[in-house]
């Protein structure tokens, strides 16, 4: 054996004798060392070879190793990503190695020192196993092939100790990971899938006209892509009678509906194109971060949105149309591998030190009117492609970070705390409306927020700014152990709409830092602080450090049932505001309401039952059938889409007696009780709810009293005047109401 290589034997296999059709010992050692010695030099220079080979090389290479020395034989794998020509060439290579004793990553930026290999530092390791990676350099020697399989690389890893490791990689394919697609979409709605770059006269200059497809931009970002063969036609009823689709509709839809949901991580995604989300028009696409324990599996498109508005004086106005479709649905389609936007990239976990924000990326993964120029100048420059960040991202990281289903949305991104602006127009005020900062055990905290313009001219913002944890960064520590960020359940596309906030006026918005997609926060008793960030593109606007408490429990049976309280399907059906197929959550939440009735979580779980009785409901029904093995689709299982009737009665005897549970319903005592606990913002949203729903199931009376109520505390409460009139217009509309 010489410096670790040997027939037959691999140091990073102990003990193992190996079957292999190649010899191990490939390499010459004789000016191994020397290359490295002149890979550290400052003035090491990339050669330029007169020779230009007429195959590619990079691609996926693999090595299988079955070990036989084992009473039971099993599987050594290594698979090496080589990024050095084609399209949007890296100049790097990463790979992976598995086997009993270790799982590591590593990634090498290269250099070319011969006409037929490359070479460079391993400058990232990643060890998952009880063994770890040795080597710091690499260097690699290809052989293309004509026959493409028939190619091969001959790779040497090395370190500063003189170790070394010699092995040969087989081709295996110039894709470097494989991703199935899969796409559904509502009746009457066409697919954007496919594109002419050129057909819209803003574009690149020598942009060549072509039949782009959403399944073409991933190949040339490296995936082998598979499309599901099936395209269903879903019924519009299947969004309810308003043909709207709600975030608990579209959960629950791709959980039962496509043909390849599984809760394990796997390299598939579901894209559904609907009309309109229940938001409105201000939102154009949503990915869905929260379907059982594996993430970023699914992504909704609505094409009845702010994406389909016609530009102004554009005489091509239908053809920007069609791009903003294919923009967004592969913008969408991104988050599932895991991307953020080009201007949230160091919000996160880092996964690289080379983790920046590109505000003017001309990427899929930034807002086109979030470009410094404009939506004219993004489009004008942009190459329907991903940034080269993006592309190292998909290409290089570790699977675990880009596979659906895979690390939660938004891990391994980079986080950086904000510094604060030296000269703020805006502050941003963190509060509850409570008289201490006490919340009970497993009661969900909710913070509201107030955004603030200090300056004495108007500030501009984006109306969805304080809604959603797109711009936020919220903080959860509980004292003795580490922060966590608060991550969103789902990813939405807003319409850039912008509101003035005049000088000494103020936006408002509330945040539930208690649970995201991974984990519950807040989830035991003790001392929490908390802190927020809102980035913006010129500053950053710090808030104010909040200090919580969660009170311990007050019953056995409180700390019983928190076993099965605190999960994560329960906190889904807690954000979604309710499940008709989540049955186990809702089983939970059900008991809670009913043995917990004095504690406010169960006001919560009431709160999380009642919604979805309040209107018509979309379930997938299987008729009793069980899903074949192989199934495509669920319609071709012969599953159908039922509506479930809403049921406002029911929901009605939940709102009386366990929502305002009195003998005197309603009493002013226990409004102003539900107001404080929910925070203003929530307590009238949901209020709005509840009046809606008695008002249907005969209730008129107590409905009407409720708002009255709501009313008259805000105005004591010197809540602002646009809030009083929202209310006024809910008592219109319900005193107008014929039963």
């Given at each position: 054996m010489e410096d670790g290589v040997n027939n037959g034997y691999d140091p990073m296999i102990p003990g193992a004798i190996v079957q292999e059709e190649e010899d191990l010992n490939l390499v010459e050692n004789s000016n191994v060392m020397e290359e490295v010695q002149e890979?550290?030099?400052?003035?090491?220079?990339?050669?330029?070879?007169?020779?230009?080979?007429?195959?590619?090389?990079?691609?996926?290479?693999?090595?299988?190793?079955?070990?036989?020395?084992?009473?039971?034989?099993?599987?050594?794998?290594?698979?090496?990503?080589?990024?050095?020509?084609?399209?949007?060439?890296?100049?790097?290579?990463?790979?992976?190695?598995?086997?009993?004793?270790?799982?590591?990553?590593?990634?090498?930026?290269?250099?070319?020192?011969?006409?037929?290999?490359?070479?460079?530092?391993?400058?990232?390791?990643?060890?998952?196993?009880?063994?770890?990676?040795?080597?710091?350099?690499?260097?690699?020697?290809?052989?293309?092939?004509?026959?493409?399989?028939?190619?091969?690389?001959?790779?040497?890893?090395?370190?500063?100790?003189g170790m070394k490791r010699a092995i040969r990689l087989k081709f295996g394919s110039k894709m470097m990971r494989e991703v199935e697609f899969e796409f559904d979409h509502q009746n009457g709605t066409t697919p954007e899938l496919t594109i002419d770059p050129t057909a819209h006269p803003l574009h690149p200059e020598g942009l060549r006209s072509e039949e782009l497809t959403v399944k073409k931009v991933f190949e040339r970002a490296g995936f082998r892509v598979k499309v599901s063969s099936d395209?269903?036609?879903?019924?519009?009823?299947?969004?309810?009678?308003?043909?709207?689709?709600?975030?608990?509709?579209?959960?629950?839809?791709?959980?039962?509906?496509?043909?390849?949901?599984?809760?394990?991580?796997?390299?598939?995604?579901?894209?559904?194109?609907?009309?309109?989300?229940?938001?409105?028009?201000?939102?154009?696409?949503?990915?869905?971060?929260?379907?059982?324990?594996?993430?970023?599996?699914?992504?909704?498109?609505?094409?009845?949105?702010?994406?389909?508005?016609?530009?102004?004086?554009?005489?091509?106005?239908?053809?920007?149309?069609?791009?903003?479709?294919f923009w967004t649905t592969v913008h969408e389609m991104g988050h599932a591998f895991n991307l953020a936007h080009s201007w949230q990239k160091e919000l996160g976990n880092p996964w690289h030190p080379s983790v920046v924000n590109e505000p003017d990326a001309l990427s899929f993964m930034n807002y086109p009117y979030y470009h410094s120029g404009g939506p004219n100048t993004f489009f004008s420059n942009f190459e329907y492609r991903f940034s080269n960040q993006e592309l190292f991202f998909m290409r290089h990281a570790p699977e675990r970070h880009v596979q659906q289903g895979n690390d939660n949305w938004f891990d391994n991104h980079g986080f950086e705390w904000a510094e604060p602006a030296t000269n703020a127009n805006l502050t941003l005020e963190m509060r509850t409306h409570r008289k201490r900062n006490e919340f009970a055990f497993m009661e969900p905290v909710v913070l509201e927020l107030k955004l603030k313009n200090t300056s004495t001219i108007p500030q501009v913002v984006d109306k969805h700014c304080l809604e959603e944890l797109d711009d936020l960064v919220m903080i959860v520590k509980k004292q003795g152990k580490p922060a966590?960020?608060?991550?969103?359940?789902?990813?939405?596309?807003?319409?850039?709409?912008?509101?003035?906030i005049e000088p000494g006026r103020s936006l408002f918005g509330s945040i539930n830092v208690s649970f995201g997609p991974d984990k519950w926060y807040v989830d035991e008793p003790g001392y929490y602080d908390i802190h927020c960030c809102m980035r913006m593109e010129e500053q950053d606007v710090l808030a104010n450090a909040v200090k919580i408490r969660i009170t311990p429990p007050r019953s056995y049976d409180e700390n019983y049932?928190?076993?099965?309280?605190?999960?994560?399907?329960?906190?889904?059906?807690?954000?979604?505001?309710?499940?008709?197929?989540?049955?186990?959550?809702?089983?939970?939440?059900?008991?809670?309401?009913?043995?917990?009735?004095?504690?406010?979580?169960?006001?919560?779980?009431?709160?999380?039952?009642?919604?979805?009785?309040?209107?018509?409901?979309?379930?997938?029904?299987?008729?009793?059938?069980?899903?074949?093995?192989?199934?495509?689709?669920?319609?071709?299982?012969?599953?159908?889409?039922?509506?479930?009737?809403?049921?406002?009665?029911?929901?009605?005897?939940?709102?009386?007696?366990?929502?305002?549970?009195?003998?005197?319903?309603?009493?002013?005592?226990?409004?102003?009780?539900?107001?404080?606990?929910?925070?203003?913002?929530?307590?009238?949203?949901?209020?709005?709810?509840?009046?809606?729903?008695?008002?249907?199931?005969?209730?008129?009376?107590?409905?009407?009293?409720?708002?009255?109520?709501l009313k008259e505390l805000f105005v004591e409460r010197s809540v602002l005047k646009t809030v009083i009139k929202d209310i006024d217009s809910e008592i219109k509309q319900i005193t107008n109401l014929k039963m």
């Open positions: 890979m550290e030099q400052a003035n090491y220079n990339e050669i330029k070879s007169p020779y230009r080979p007429l195959i590619g090389v990079s691609g996926r290479y693999d090595r299988i190793v079955r070990h036989f020395k084992m009473r039971k034989p099993f599987y050594y794998k290594e698979r090496m990503h080589l990024d050095v020509d084609g399209l949007y060439p890296l100049k790097k290579a990463s790979g992976t190695i598995k086997s009993l004793l270790m799982h590591s990553h590593w990634i090498a930026s290269l250099k070319r020192v011969n006409w037929d290999t490359w070479a460079g530092p391993i400058e990232d390791v990643y060890d998952y196993g009880r063994g770890k990676f040795p080597y710091t350099y690499i260097r690699i020697q290809t052989v293309a092939h004509v026959m493409r399989r028939s190619g091969y690389a001959n790779v040497t890893f090395t370190n500063k100790n395209v269903n036609a879903i019924p519009s009823t299947v969004a309810g009678n308003n043909f709207k689709w709600s975030n608990n509709e579209l959960h629950d839809a791709m959980q039962t509906y496509w043909s390849r949901f599984a809760n394990v991580p796997q390299w598939a995604l579901w894209t559904f194109i609907g009309q309109q989300h229940e938001m409105g028009h201000s939102l154009g696409g949503i990915m869905f971060d929260s379907i059982g324990p594996n993430h970023r599996q699914g992504t909704a498109i609505f094409h009845d949105s702010f994406i389909s508005n016609l530009p102004q004086n554009d005489p091509n106005a239908n053809e920007w149309v069609k791009r903003m479709r966590m960020q608060v991550k969103p359940f789902t990813h939405e596309c807003y319409d850039h709409e912008q509101v003035v049932m928190a076993q099965d309280i605190i999960t994560a399907d329960v906190a889904r059906v807690l954000h979604f505001n309710g499940s008709r197929v989540m049955t186990s959550a809702n089983d939970v939440l059900h008991e809670t309401m009913t043995k917990l009735k004095s504690a406010p979580i169960s006001k919560h779980a009431a709160h999380a039952l009642l919604v979805p009785m309040s209107k018509n409901y979309q379930l997938l029904d299987h008729q009793g059938k069980d899903a074949p093995v192989n199934l495509s689709t669920a319609a071709s299982a012969g599953f159908v889409f039922k509506q479930e009737k809403a049921q406002p009665k029911e929901a009605a005897r939940i709102i009386n007696n366990y929502v305002f549970a009195s003998k005197e319903f309603p009493v002013k005592k226990n409004t102003e009780a539900f107001i404080d606990a929910k925070g203003h913002i929530d307590a009238k949203q949901q209020i709005s709810i509840y009046s809606r729903v008695l008002a249907q199931a005969d209730n008129k009376e107590e409905a009407l009293a409720i708002l009255h109520q």
